[in-house]
């Protein structure tokens, strides 16, 4: 029976579910909480920004032979052979963090944090071969979010979760490859044949917080085959709160 195991996928693929959607900073319960006047509040959260951007200096990805351009604007999957192929080790797709503009911590070590304009970073998580599908009607997606459908990227859209802050969460920036997840990105081929792989990021700057206000932000992903579940709450989808207080 080991004999029928493949080294490179998963055997009970189909089963998987659709891909997690995470983000960073992701502090314990899900609550991002600080004062503007007190830096020792959101240090541990530019940390973790930092932390995580680092793989993605542009110095790390300099090597020809484990790193290839896949082009300035969202294209179709870059297929790199079978899974099962000879062709070893498959090159990855630069990402390079300029594209996070002021989250790319570049020009803004503190990631909007001291001005009250926090970002956050976003990922899909990885699943070996997965083809993720952009959506090819409108009828699940709210209508505000209609203009960031577009051709070979996965959509990203936030709003409140709660109808009573829908005034209060203001301005949404997003940043990144075409706003959402760009298609040449994928599919992964797992660690041991794509050991470089960078996953597409899209960062979230929130622009315009009600101070001193709870608010809870959702955020989902939109494709064909990408759908949410109750029992995981990172599903395609996650919520966050976030609290900025002036003191």
């Given at each position: 029976?080991?004999?029928?195991?493949?080294?490179?996928?998963?055997?009970?693929?189909?089963?998987?579910?659709?891909?997690?959607?995470?983000?960073?900073?992701?502090?314990?319960?899900?609550?991002?909480?600080?004062?503007?006047?007190?830096?020792?509040?959101?240090?541990?959260?530019?940390?973790?920004?930092?932390?995580?951007?680092?793989?993605?200096?542009?110095?790390?990805?300099?090597?020809?032979?484990?790193?290839?351009?896949?082009?300035?604007?969202?294209?179709?999957?870059?297929?790199?052979?079978?899974?099962?192929?000879?062709?070893?080790?498959?090159?990855?797709?630069?990402?390079?963090?300029?594209?996070?503009?002021?989250?790319?911590?570049?020009?803004?070590?503190?990631?909007?944090?001291?001005?009250?304009?926090?970002?956050?970073?976003?990922?899909?998580?990885?699943?070996?071969?997965?083809?993720?599908?952009?959506?090819?009607?409108?009828?699940?997606?709210?209508?505000?979010?209609?203009?960031?459908?577009?051709?070979n990227v996965i959509p990203i859209f936030c709003t409140s979760k709660k109808e009573e802050d829908a005034g209060k969460i203001g301005e949404i920036k997003y940043y990144g490859f075409g706003g959402g997840f760009p298609l040449q990105y994928y599919p992964y081929?797992?660690?041991?044949?794509?050991?470089?792989?960078?996953?597409?990021?899209?960062?979230?700057?929130?622009?315009?917080?009600?101070?001193?206000?709870?608010?809870?932000?959702?955020?989902?992903?939109?494709?064909?085959?990408?759908?949410?579940?109750?029992?995981?709450?990172?599903?395609?989808?996650?919520?966050?709160?976030?609290?900025?207080?002036?003191?």
């Amino acid at each position: 029976m080991l004999l029928t195991l493949s080294n490179y996928k998963p055997t009970w693929q189909d089963r998987v579910a659709p891909p997690g959607l995470t983000h960073t900073p992701q502090p314990d319960k899900g609550e991002v909480s600080f004062s503007l006047n007190d830096m020792e509040t959101f240090l541990p959260y530019t940390k973790a920004l930092k932390d995580f951007l680092a793989k993605y200096d542009d110095e790390i990805q300099r090597d020809q032979m484990k790193f290839e351009d896949c082009g300035d604007e969202p294209a179709e999957y870059k297929n790199r052979g079978d899974l099962e192929s000879d062709v070893g080790i498959r090159k990855a797709c630069r990402f390079s963090r300029a594209l996070l503009g002021p989250c790319s911590g570049l020009t803004d070590r503190e990631f909007g944090f001291k001005e009250g304009k926090p970002c956050l970073i976003v990922k899909l998580n990885r699943i070996v071969n997965f083809y993720p599908r952009p959506p090819t009607s409108n009828e699940s997606i709210p209508e505000e979010a209609h203009p960031k459908v577009q051709p070979n990227v996965i959509p990203i859209f936030c709003t409140s979760k709660k109808e009573e802050d829908a005034g209060k969460i203001g301005e949404i920036k997003y940043y990144g490859f075409g706003g959402g997840f760009p298609l040449q990105y994928y599919p992964y081929y797992g660690k041991l044949l794509h050991p470089q792989y960078l996953q597409p990021l899209v960062a979230l700057q929130f622009t315009n917080l009600t101070l001193n206000t709870e608010l809870r932000i959702e955020c989902k992903v939109f494709g064909d085959n990408i759908n949410y579940s109750e029992k995981d709450r990172y599903q395609g989808r996650f919520d966050v709160k976030i609290q900025v207080n002036s003191l």
